[in-house]
C-alpha cells in the first residue's frame, strides 16, 4: 500500500488500484458498487449518489449532480474530479485537476492533490498532506485545523494563514526552523506547518498572506446599525439613490442589473421598503417587483436596496470593512464597495462582490484610468465558504492595495496612479448582471444582512476625512462598473 508521512509522522494511505468499474451512464439515482476496490464513473447528465461500500473506492466526478457517499469503515476511499469540490464525510482523499477550482478536505488525515492549473487547496480539520502540482497554488490554514505539511511548495506558490499572530514576514521567519530537508513553520497551540525539500532562505514574504495588522488603525467612521440613519436634507448618514440619480430611484443599467434601486424619499414607491433593521444587523432584501410598482421603476422586474455615505463621509487612504452575511440566491449580486466623491469614473475600488450561485469565491478588483483608459486588476478568490457573517475589507494606502477576508489578506495589488483622491463608500444588493438571472424569478427573495460597515485612517499616513462632499464634475455613469 502506498503511503505518505504527514507533519506528525503518521503514515497516510493512498487508495488501492481499483479491481471493479462501475459506471452511471445507465444507472438509476443511485449506483452501487463491490466489496472490492472499486473505480465509480459519474456522468455530466446522469443526476446520481455513488455508493462504493467496503474497499478502496475511486469516484470520478463530472457535475454537480454527482455525488459520492461512503459510510465508516469503507476503505481508503477518493474523489477525482475537475470541479471544485469539498470532501464529504468518510472519505479521506481528494485530487482537483481543474485550473481556478478549490479543494477542501474534511474532519480526517486527508490526502489533497491538485493538478497542472491553479487550485486552492484546503485540509480543513486533522493532521493533512497537500501537494499543489504544477501552477501557482494557494495554500490554506486556520487556526485550531491541525498541522498540515505540504509536498511540493513552489516559487509561485503561497500560504493563507488565517487566525494566528502573524501580520509580517519577520514574525513567520521567526518562528521557522529547519529540520534536515523540511522547513517547520511553528504555528502555536501544538500545530505546526511543514514546507517538505525546502530552506528557509527560499521562502518569501510575497507568498505568505498574513492578519491585518489592527494597531495601525484609528476609526473615522462606525455605524453599527442599532439604527439605520437615512439623509434628510443635510443630516444623516446614507443616501438611498446614487447622487446623480431620478427623484424615482436608480439602477446602473450599463451592468445588465436587473433591479431598481428605491429612493426613501419617492412617494410612490414608499410602499417598497428594501431596508429592515433588527437587533443590530442591516438586511437589504431583493425582490420582485409588483405589477402595482412597475410603472414607478421604469418597469424593472425586481426591486433591491441601495446606501452610500456620498453626503456625510469620504476618505483618502485608510482601511475600509464590511461585517455581512451574503445571500446565496442564484443570480444577486452583493457588493461593498468605493467611488470617487468628486462624481468621476474610474476610478472605484470593490472591497468585495459576490455572486449568489458561488459562495466560495469572493471577487476584489480596482478600476483605474491611468492608462488612458478603464484597466482592471482583480482576483475571484477562492475561500473555504461565506456562510454567515464574514469580514471584507480593503486596506488602501498610497503605494499599495490589500484586500482581507476575515482579517486575513487574500489579494494584492499596487495602488495606480489615479487613486489618490476622497472616496465615499456604497453597499447594495444588485439582481443580475455579472450574478446571471435569478433561476426561480427570486420567488424566495434574496437578503444581504450588514452587522456593520466601518472606515479607519492608517495613523503612518496622512489620511484625508471629509464630511458632506458634493461633485465637482460629473461622472459618465452609462460606463460606471461594480
Known amino acids: 500500500m502506498a503511503t505518505v508521512r504527514n507533519a506528525k509522522g503518521v503514515l497516510l494511505p493512498y487508495s488501492e488500484p481499483p479491481v471493479s468499474h462501475f459506471s452511471a451512464t445507465?444507472?438509476?439515482p443511485d449506483l452501487y458498487g463491490s466489496v472490492r476496490n472499486d473505480s465509480l464513473w459519474g456522468d455530466s447528465k446522469?443526476?446520481?449518489t455513488m455508493h462504493g461500500g467496503l474497499g478502496d473506492d475511486?469516484?470520478?466526478?463530472?457535475?454537480?449532480?454527482?455525488?459520492?457517499?461512503?459510510?465508516?469503515?469503507?476503505?481508503?476511499?477518493?474523489v477525482d474530479t475537475w470541479m471544485s469540490y469539498t470532501l464529504p464525510d468518510n472519505i479521506e482523499n481528494?485530487?482537483?485537476?481543474?485550473?481556478g477550482r478549490y479543494a477542501i478536505g474534511n474532519d480526517l488525515d486527508n490526502i489533497i492533490s491538485g493538478g497542472s492549473g491553479k487550485q486552492t487547496i484546503d485540509g480543513?480539520?486533522?493532521?493533512?498532506?497537500l501537494t499543489g502540482g504544477g501552477g501557482a497554488d494557494v495554500f490554506l490554514f486556520e487556526r485550531g485545523n491541525g498541522s498540515d505539511l505540504i509536498t511540493d511548495f513552489g516559487s509561485d506558490d503561497n500560504v493563507r494563514l488565517t487566525g494566528y499572530d502573524f501580520s509580517s514576514f519577520a514574525e513567520v521567519k521567526a518562528n521557522m526552523v529547519q529540520s534536515g530537508s523540511d522547513v517547520q513553520l511553528n504555528l502555536g497551540s501544538d500545530e505546526i506547518l511543514v514546507f517538505a525539500n525546502t530552506t528557509v532562505d527560499q521562502l518569501k514574504a510575497d507568498q505568505f498572506e498574513l492578519s491585518l495588522d489592527r494597531s495601525r488603525l484609528n476609526l473615522s467612521f462606525s455605524d453599527d446599525f442599532d439604527t439605520l440613519s437615512l439623509r434628510n436634507g443635510t443630516s444623516g448618514t446614507w443616501d438611498t439613490n446614487f447622487w446623480w440619480g431620478g427623484e424615482n430611484g436608480s439602477t446602473l443599467t450599463s451592468n445588465g442589473e436587473k433591479q431598481w434601486y428605491i429612493d426613501?424619499?419617492?412617494?410612490?414607491?414608499?410602499?417598497?421598503?428594501?431596508?429592515?433593521?433588527?437587533?443590530?444587523?442591516?438586511?437589504i432584501t431583493a425582490a420582485q417587483a409588483s405589477d402595482e410598482i412597475k410603472p414607478y421603476i421604469n418597469d424593472y422586474d425586481y426591486t433591491s436596496g441601495l446606501l452610500n455615505t456620498y453626503g456625510s463621509f469620504t476618505q483618502t487612504y485608510g482601511y475600509f470593512e464590511v461585517r455581512a452575511d451574503m445571500p446565496d440566491n442564484q443570480g444577486v449580486w452583493p457588493a461593498f464597495w468605493l467611488l470617487p466623491a468628486d462624481g468621476s469614473w474610474p476610478p472605484e475600488l470593490d472591497v468585495v462582490e459576490m455572486r449568489g450561485q458561488d459562495p466560495n469565491t469572493v471577487n476584489v478588483a480596482a478600476h483605474s484610468n491611468e492608462t488612458g483608459s478603464r484597466t482592471t486588476v482583480g482576483s475571484a478568490v477562492s475561500v473555504p465558504g461565506t456562510e454567515g457573517f464574514h469580514n471584507y475589507g480593503l486596506l488602501w494606502t498610497e503605494d499599495e492595495l490589500v484586500w482581507y477576508f476575515d482579517d486575513t489578506e487574500i489579494f494584492r495589488a499596487d495602488t495606480p496612479s489615479d487613486m489618490h483622491k476622497p472616496m465615499y463608500m456604497l453597499v447594495n444588493l444588485a439582481v443580475g448582471g455579472a450574478a446571471g438571472t435569478p433561476a426561480d424569478g427570486?420567488?424566495?427573495?434574496?437578503?444581504?444582512?450588514?452587522?456593520?460597515?466601518?472606515?479607519?485612517?492608517?495613523?503612518?499616513?496622512?489620511?484625508?476625512?471629509?464630511?458632506?462632499?458634493?461633485?465637482?464634475?460629473p461622472a459618465h455613469v452609462d460606463d460606471w462598473w461594480h
Open 26 to 28: 445507465n444507472s438509476g
Open 46 to 48: 446522469v443526476n446520481v
Open 58 to 78: 475511486t469516484y470520478h466526478l463530472y457535475s454537480a449532480i454527482n455525488r459520492a457517499a461512503e459510510e465508516p469503515g469503507g476503505g481508503i476511499d477518493t
Open 94 to 99: 481528494l485530487t482537483v485537476t481543474g485550473s
Open 124 to 129: 480543513g480539520l486533522g493532521d493533512d498532506v
Open 264 to 283: 426613501h424619499d419617492y412617494a410612490p414607491t414608499s410602499s417598497v421598503n428594501p431596508f429592515d433593521v433588527e437587533n443590530g444587523v442591516l438586511t
Open 442 to 473: 427570486l420567488a424566495t427573495p434574496a437578503e444581504m444582512q450588514v452587522d456593520y460597515i466601518r472606515a479607519y485612517e492608517l495613523n503612518d499616513t496622512n489620511a484625508q476625512v471629509d464630511v458632506g462632499q458634493t461633485a465637482t464634475s
